[in-house]
């Protein structure tokens, strides 16, 4: 009977300090970076009334294009939180 007791005990504390490990800590996972950086140098090339093909010239063509049409485009700036 303790036996049994013992190693139900022991399952379960098993099984509660398994819940707290996580995958992140083991598998390596490399930091990808994604897309065009830009430097301030870069951005301060572009002006107000460049076209589309002066400002891709400037900066450099876009990573991925929309396959749904390419006449839109989009300015993603950092912005602190609005309370």
């Known amino acids: 009977m303790r036996c049994k007791t ?14 707290c490990s996580t995958l992140e800590r083991v598998v390596y ?11 301030p140098t ?3 090339k572009v002006r107000v009334g ?5 400002v891709a010239y400037a900066l450099g ?7 749904f049409g390419t ?4 300015l993603c700036l950092p912005s602190a939180a609005r309370t």
């Open 50 to 54: 460049m076209t589309q093909q002066q």
């Open 71 to 74: 006449n839109t485009w989009f």
């Open 6 to 19: 013992l190693t139900a005990a022991a399952a379960v504390l098993l099984m509660l300090t398994a819940g």
């Open 42 to 44: 870069d951005v301060a």
């Open 61 to 67: 063509t876009p990573m991925m294009t929309d396959p």
């Open 29 to 39: 996972r490399p930091d990808i970076n994604q897309g065009n950086y830009l430097t």
